[in-house]
């Protein structure tokens, strides 16, 4: 069944009247998440999402701004940061134009009844967590290629210091709005802390965002080291040059308190979810 769903699907993308409708891309996210369940092999995965993430691209953001086109880009964006982490490429959705399809929704949401603090937090956070593949990239590309352009180390410095800035900031904010555990007393003060969101399912969102931010967060730590030292010793660490991009990345902290048993590998029952919920972050080395 599943090869005749990709063979399905390659003759729905020969076909320029589909190529960029909802059905094609539904398909495509659905074998892609098949994918990721039952792999062939560890990182086949990454061939679907790469090419989920063409189709996207390829579609445009107004395609994406409501609707099912909308539901779909949700369901897949966090695979698409993930897959440009680790292929060590910059992520198209930090791109303006996909900034604003990302976030432009959230008031629109919060006035039909459909948002809440939690879900805006989480958009904002991914919205800028989107740029942290591409801040990475261009770190190691700088190092890999002897650049002795100051000008460029302080541009890199100065928009991942920014971006730190702002991802603290949200992640703050996160941490303050939304209690860890959320009672019945709290959503009563607060009906749109969570909105329609189920209790368990946001309490999951909320925990896993904090990962994914904390994760963020040490990138973004490292690359500001990186431009801010001096360019003999990033010339001559060959650490950075020789190490898989799986290996530089750092491990995310752990910003909640688990008990013995509990760990990121078995809070969710799949690390898709986990890899979602967690905005692409978890893609990083987990302790």
Not at 108 to 115: T, V
Not at 190 to 214: C, E, M, N, Y
Request: glycine share 6%; with cysteine; net charge negative.
């Amino acid at each position: 069944m599943y090869s005749r769903g990709l063979q399905g699907l390659h003759s729905l993308l020969r076909r320029p009247r589909f190529v960029r409708s909802d059905m094609t891309l539904a398909i495509a996210v659905m074998l892609g998440i098949y994918e990721m369940m039952d792999p062939i092999t560890p990182q086949s995965w990454l061939t679907h999402s790469s090419g989920i993430a063409t189709l996207i691209r390829l579609r445009g953001p107004n395609a994406h701004r409501g609707g099912f086109g909308r539901t779909l880009l949700i369901s897949f964006k966090s695979f698409i940061v993930a897959d440009a982490l680790i292929r060590g490429e910059a992520c198209f959705l930090a791109e303006p134009a996909w900034q604003l399809a990302l976030t432009d929704t959230l008031a629109a949401e919060s006035g039909n009844g459909k948002g809440s603090q939690l879900c805006d937090l989480v958009e904002l956070l991914f919205a800028e967590i989107t740029k942290c593949p591409g801040l990475y990239a261009r770190a190691c590309a700088i190092i890999k290629n002897n650049e002795t352009d100051h000008s460029m180390f302080e541009t890199l410095r100065q928009e991942a210091t920014q971006s730190k800035q702002r991802l603290q900031y949200l992640k703050d904010q996160l941490e303050s709005v939304v209690p860890v555990s959320l009672d019945s007393e709290a959503l009563r003060d607060k009906p749109d802390l969570i909105g329609l969101i189920p209790v368990s399912v946001a309490q999951k969102s909320r925990t896993f965002a904090g990962h994914g931010a904390q994760s963020a967060l040490a990138l973004l730590d490292q690359v500001i080291v990186i431009t801010e030292s001096d360019h003999h010793r990033l010339f001559t660490d060959s650490t950075m040059t020789t190490l898989p991009v799986w290996d530089v990345l750092p491990a995310p902290a752990n910003c909640v308190t688990m008990d013995k048993e509990e760990t990121l590998a078995n809070r969710l029952p799949a690390w898709p979810d986990q890899l979602a919920l967690s905005m692409g972050m978890l893609a990083v080395k987990d302790n």
